[in-house]
């Protein structure tokens, strides 16, 4: 294994280590425990940690929700979405950590039981309660329940004498006042150092690996600005509609579902300057700074897009859902420029693009650089680095060399790191797993601060408002297509895009 190879493991090494070391007793109480969430992701992290043994040696875990089930109810649908390959006896010693609580989310009496709970489960496990121990509050809820659940924790389950720690999955808000509103509400509960807000794109490796690439590599720091890099896309593209959560999807759209969060936290990560130091608040210190630079949107600058059915009636438009406004002017795809005003960036265009029942599934983050300056060789491509999150974590350059042979023409080639060929043997984590560690090592690095989530907002709440007020229709596009018509066409003209 090369040097640089064996670094990197030391420092996985490290992170796991620290997980191991945190030994103290713990209780993690999922809320919305009979969900989609919780089934899908917030159990099967849990059970990938326990498999492990990172989490803490004496944890328990309480599934809380108004759904009346017995226990081995509980365990079948906490267990629904495991993999079936997983060792059986693995999963019966996990289900004999996991309790069940039915009660309502506004009820006194029913957090008070949960709380009886949580204290009988912490003298069968003999922890002496005079030491340090966790209490994780996991919020898998729809949003309008956050605040009732948050004050019933604080009136009647938070245990000072304990480290408490509360997870809040998106949508945090709707737009820059509620989300405001909502940050005053858990803020009158809590403390910023409690609150996890969750973004899992935050939590993928190759999102987490931007900050490695950009600032343990001399070259590609070295190019990181507005005199090499003509311009940056991120394009999040989702083979599948809505199907089945077209109700949910209605009231938020995909600006509010995908691109206010998960890519405009991309996007900071690869704008920001070099934080002073690895510590959480410096991170968050440097994302907020560069988002403060990043101006509003303006409509002439974003292209909407809504899907419709195919001709041979296979897949259904949007609208086609029944859950849906047959008027609806809900936007499915988007795809907005945006300026980052800072030294480093000002000139640069970044383009964000998101969409649902598109041509293929697929994240990712292509910077292009310039055109080669005075260069030997005329009409040369430009260089491009990529970074794919999904679904084949990679890193490739473009790069141009000759074509090998007697031949002296040139060819795009590429300098491909593709982390199934170079790391077949170790399995990517979910996203999901890493972010529920996070939480039990109390590290806020990959977690969004409120005054993130504020800049966040102030970007696009004049954009999605104006789309509101003034009823802008989407442009149709058909299930399974790239997009509206021009959806190319737009980046090259807007952005100066070359194809390469
Ligand atoms: P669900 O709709 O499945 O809700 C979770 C649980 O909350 C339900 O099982 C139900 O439990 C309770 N619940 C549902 N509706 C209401 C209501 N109107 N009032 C009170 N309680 C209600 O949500 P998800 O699990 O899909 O999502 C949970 C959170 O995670 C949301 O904030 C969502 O945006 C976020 N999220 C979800 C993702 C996913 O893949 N599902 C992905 C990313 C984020 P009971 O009736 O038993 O109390
Ligand atoms: C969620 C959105 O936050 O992210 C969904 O609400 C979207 O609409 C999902 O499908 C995408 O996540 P991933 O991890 O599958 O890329």
Redesign the pocket.
Known sequence: MSKVASHSFASLTCAIDRAAKNDMPTTIVV????????K??TFPALFHLFEQNLLPKRTRIIGY???HMTVEDFHKRATSHFNPQADKSSIDKFLGICEYV?GK?DVDEDFQRLRSEIDRLEQESNIDTSCERIHVYY????????VDVATQIKNNVYDESCTNRVVI???FGHDLESSRQLSKDIGGLFEESEVFR?D?YLGKEMVKNIMTLRFANVFYEAVWDRHYISNIQITFKEPFGTEGRGG?FDQFGIIRDVMQNHLLQVLSIVAMNQPKSLSAEDIRDSKTEVLKRILPIQLEDTMLGQYVGTSDGGKPGYKDDDTVPKDSITPTFAQCVMHVDNDRWRGVPWVIKAGKALDEAKMLIRIQFKDMPNSLFPNLARNELVIQVSPKESVYIKTIVKEPGLSTNLAMSELDLTYKTRYHDIKIPDAYATLILDVLNGDHSNFVRSDELDEAWRIFTPLLHQIENDRVKPLPYKYGSSGPEGVYQFVEDRVGYKRT
């Open positions: 809320f919305g425990a009979s969900g989609d969430l919780a899908k992701k929700a108004r759904t039915s989310y919020m898998a809820l729809p949003p309008s329940v956050f999955e998106k949508p969750i899992h949910y």
